[in-house]
């Protein structure tokens, strides 16, 4: 599967961004899909990921209350909404999908979209 990631931007402190990540080929549904972030200067970090059915979900406690995943697989994308973002929030945000593996170590997942930036100003 090969993954597009878009809808980054720079945003205010407690604004919102709709993350978007489309996923090319007709296996998408079997895909457990995540998205991670690395800032500048640190490690890549795991922030959420959704079961192949859309209907489980699990986050990082920096982001839990704050940012929903959520997949439809008519469309083969997922998403990343984002709310109530600070400016530790800034960093590129990858979306990555997986058959098996780790759900929450980046080296649980094979595929991986290009990255989008997302800057939060104070």
């Known amino acids: 599967v090969q993954l597009q990631a878009s809808g980054g931007g720079l945003v205010q402190a407690g604004g919102s961004l709709r993350l978007s990540c489309a996923a090319s080929?007709?296996?998408?549904?079997?895909?457990?899909m995540a998205w991670f972030r690395q800032a500048p200067g640190k490690e890549r970090e795991f922030l959420a990921s959704v079961t192949q059915s859309g209907s489980g979900t699990y986050y990082a406690d920096s982001v839990k209350g704050r940012f929903t995943i959520s997949r439809d697989n008519a469309k083969n994308t997922v998403y990343l909404q984002m709310n109530s973002l600070k400016p530790e929030d800034t960093a590129v945000y990858y979306c990555?999908?997986?058959?098996?593996?780790?759900?929450?170590?980046?080296?649980?997942?094979?595929?991986w979209g290009q990255g989008t930036q997302v800057t939060v100003s104070s």
């Open positions: 990555a999908g997986q058959l098996l593996g780790s759900r929450t170590s980046t080296t649980g997942y094979g595929y």
């Open positions: 080929g007709r296996t998408f549904r079997s895909y457990t």
